[in-house]
């Protein structure tokens, strides 16, 4: 009885600190998952919160003075309502807060999406954490993807009950796909999921075929209640379109493949090489799950766009498998003098985690202040230059690239004043062309802008339009120093245009904005 009572307290011993290591890494994570509006579609996102909150979900294209190839669908259209009102409710930096506080807690579901007989050490769990969530942090923010991502480790950590017996767990994923469905369309992936895992996963007990109805029966109510949005089955065929339109690619850089010269990717690149070697020594993987890590990191690889998915997914992974990895490889060889005592190990980890959880609060409380998110809107986007835009030229067209553009349609909703932002899919391939035959200088660029009746524009000041656009004539109107954003205006029609010297940056005698 003694020894029983022993065990019993070891391993909720083991737990706690289990518990501890998770707890830890996910408070540290807030350092990156707590960010200022870095994703520029958030502005336009933003914009169309408002609009439908006042006006209901638009029936086209709301910003753009260029006509739409494709019907309207704002499938975002519940996160962007929810966006405006924590906006307008504690401003930017509260947003900051609760969509970094969200992505966080996916990294922490995703750290209990594995069997609890594993037994998965704390140490790997944290490492998981820490490793996905630096993958995954140029790709979310105040953005649809720090919510699907916390929905994708939910799916997990419901099929990881389920694959353990719990049958009724898996009544959570209908109510979870209604919602999902109308924030983003990664809700595809998760019925993906869904499916793989019924038709590959095995389930610890014996009226299994029982459990595996649930989990159909589930998967069933869950891809009926997607229906359930402004667009009903027209949803998947936004869908489609969006994962097949080329002006996706030629708008949305995150859409290309990955850049692995970049030191991010390099990461990604690093946690894909190393879920491989786990898994090749710990025995090898189970089925449902190399599946599901193969098929993440082929699409990592087609798309940067699904990196944050392949982090999300591997996460679990990586600390089952490095837990079996450790015991069988590298445990068996470590001597017992380099073992650190249970209790003074949980002392340095309490302590850790006391230190740990108070620098990321402080370094998360600093960017989440109003004084640090108008700091970084004007220096990140061209908040002046905007400004003197509003007051001198009004309800006039303008030229810009289209990653300001999602912010200028935030600053100008009416008017439809705004080129192009980051939303190919409704666009079309005609209208990426336009831009980036003006974006890219190529021949004819010059007639595009006098056929869209553009004589106005905001561009960085170093950049290759804004030279193009000096050469052509335009002038600066003024100057935005904390952007480095210039404000360009063309001649007036039927005068002779001075001839141009070159444009310095920043350009020599022009006012501030």
């Not at 019993?8 to 994570?29: M, N, T």
């Not at 502005?43 to 260029?66: C, D, K, N, V, Y």
């Not at 708008?251 to 491989?276: C, K, Q, Y």
Request: glycine share 8%.
């Amino acid at each position: 009885m003694v020894a029983v009572e022993g065990m019993e307290h070891e391993r909720r011993s083991e737990a706690v600190a289990r518990l501890g290591w998770i707890i830890g890494a996910a408070v540290l994570l807030l350092v990156v998952t707590v960010q200022p509006f870095a994703d520029a579609n958030v502005w336009w996102h933003l914009a169309l919160g408002r609009l439908i909150t006042s006006h209901g979900i638009p029936a086209q294209e709301p910003f753009s003075f260029l006509p739409a190839a494709h019907p309207w669908v704002g499938q975002q259209w519940l996160l962007d309502v929810l966006l405006a009102g924590v906006v307008g409710a504690g401003g930017a930096g509260l947003a900051s807060a609760v969509l970094g506080v969200v992505a966080a807690c996916g990294f922490l579901l995703a750290a209990l999406a594995i069997p609890r007989v594993s037994h998965a050490t704390g140490p790997w769990l944290a490492f998981a954490m820490v490793l996905s969530g630096v993958v995954a942090s140029r790709l979310i923010g105040v953005n649809a993807e720090a919510v699907s991502l916390f929905a994708v480790a939910a799916v997990l950590y419901v099929l990881a009950r389920w694959r353990e017996g719990r049958a009724g767990a898996v009544w959570i994923l209908p109510p979870l796909f209604l919602v999902w469905a109308n924030v983003d369309t990664l809700f595809a992936v998760g019925l993906l999921i869904v499916a793989t895992t019924l038709l590959l996963a095995s389930v610890s007990r014996s009226d299994s075929a029982a459990s595996r109805g649930h989990l159909a029966a589930a998967l069933a109510a869950s891809v009926l209640l997607t229906l359930v949005n402004p667009y009903g089955p027209g949803l998947y065929a936004s869908v489609i379109t969006t994962a097949a339109d080329p002006a996706i690619a030629q708008l949305t850089a995150s859409w290309a493949s990955p850049d692995f010269h970049t030191w991010w990717l390099r990461l990604f690149e690093a946690e894909g090489v190393l879920l491989v070697v786990l898994w090749a020594t710990s025995g090898g993987p189970a089925p449902i799950d190399a599946v599901l890590g193969i098929a993440a990191l082929v699409a990592a690889l087609w798309s940067e766009a699904y990196v944050a998915l392949f982090a999300i997914i591997a996460l679990p992974q990586i600390a089952l498998y490095g837990t079996r990895a450790w015991r069988l490889q590298v445990a068996p060889r470590v001597s017992s003098r380099f073992r650190v005592p249970p209790a003074r190990a949980r002392l340095l980890l309490f302590g850790g985690l006391i230190a740990v959880g108070a620098a990321a609060v402080v370094a998360g409380a600093r960017q989440v202040t109003p004084a640090a998110a108008a700091s970084y809107e004007a220096s990140h986007y061209p908040m002046a230059a905007a400004d003197y835009v509003a007051a001198h030229y009004p309800d006039q067209r303008l030229y810009s690239t289209d990653t300001w553009g999602g912010y200028l349609a935030y600053r100008f909703p009416t008017g439809r004043v705004v080129l192009v932002y980051d939303q190919g899919s409704t666009f079309g391939d005609a209208a990426a062309q336009s831009y980036t035959k003006i974006h890219l200088l190529q021949n004819g660029w010059e007639k595009v802008l006098r056929d869209d009746g553009i004589a106005h524009a905001i561009v960085l000041d170093t950049s290759q339009e804004a030279s193009a656009l000096h050469e052509l004539g335009w002038v600066v109107a003024c100057h935005d120093s904390v952007s480095r954003s210039v404000v360009m205006s063309a001649p007036p029609p039927g005068t002779t245009p001075a001839a141009a010297g070159p444009l310095t940056a920043p350009p020599a005698g022009s006012p501030a904005c």
